[in-house]
């Protein structure tokens, strides 16, 4: 397993288009994440899906934002009608379950998806 | 809500010396655990130390070690015999798994730009 893979690494789009990330987590990880980065800043939590479930969105940013894991593999994150202010890093991160015994819960970080947005 | 504070915007230590970066955060869980992670410039973030905050002994991994202090909320990194390949960003994290079990994601400080200095 090569770790976290995101697609793709840099895109530059103009104002009021729409862009879709795809991040494809560790094979065995059940837990997915995307975070956004801008500079100088840490990565702030957007989602979560464990399996195919969404169980937290209230983060995302705005309904312009969505997000999706359709099989429990790879999951995909949207942004319609682009801003300046969309502008930043996209992380993904994935992780195991956190299980009786076994607390090896850390996240993996893809190398994340750098949005221009002009 | 969690906060994680990260006090010191950069820090700049000789090769070979030691460095201790802070972190404090905030929570009324019990169960979380608080991560250290770097992040080399335009690279992927990895992670460098865990704690889970239910242990007393502090974690440490070869020249990383933590000073974990869960009453005062402080979560300090140092390095130790610095390497001119540890210069990175180093972001302090939480994430809390009672209730949600986690799917409230990494709550992450603003970062210290770690500088070393041949």
């Known amino acids: 397993d090569t770790g976290v893979s995101q697609d793709p690494r840099h895109k530059i789009t103009k104002r009021g288009q729409n862009v879709t990330f795809r991040c494809d987590p560790i094979s065995e990880h059940n837990r997915l994440y995307w975070y956004r980065q801008t500079l100088g800043q840490g990565p702030e939590f957007l989602t979560y899906f464990q399996n195919e479930a969404q169980l937290e969105k209230s983060r995302l940013l705005s309904d312009r934002f969505s997000a999706e894991r359709p099989k429990g593999s790879f999951s995909t994150l949207e942004i319609q009608r682009t801003e300046q202010g969309d502008s930043a890093m996209y992380l993904c991160?994935?992780?195991?379950?956190?299980?009786?015994?076994?607390?090896?819960?850390?996240?993996?970080f893809g190398q994340g998806t750098r949005l221009t947005v002009v | 809500a969690q906060t994680v504070t990260q006090s010191q915007p950069e820090m700049s230590v000789q090769e070979a010396e030691t460095v201790t970066l802070s972190c404090t955060y905030d929570?009324?869980?019990?169960?979380?655990?608080l991560f250290w992670y770097k992040q080399p410039p335009s690279r992927q973030m990895i992670l460098v130390i865990r704690?889970?905050?239910?242990?007393?002994q502090n974690a440490t991994e070869n020249r990383f070690s933590v000073n974990f202090q869960k009453a005062a909320k402080s979560f300090s990194l140092k390095i130790s015999d610095s390497q001119l390949g540890d210069a990175a960003m180093y972001f302090c994290?939480?994430?809390?798994?009672?209730?949600?079990?986690?799917?409230?994601?990494?709550?992450f400080g603003k970062g210290t730009h770690l500088i070393i200095q041949p």
């Open positions: 929570t009324s869980e019990s169960d979380y655990y």
């Open positions: 994290a939480y994430i809390n798994f009672e209730g949600g079990g986690g799917a409230d994601g990494l709550t």
């Open positions: 991160a994935s992780s195991l379950d956190r299980q009786q015994g076994q607390m090896n819960t850390e996240a993996f």
């Open positions: 704690q889970e905050a239910y242990k007393q």
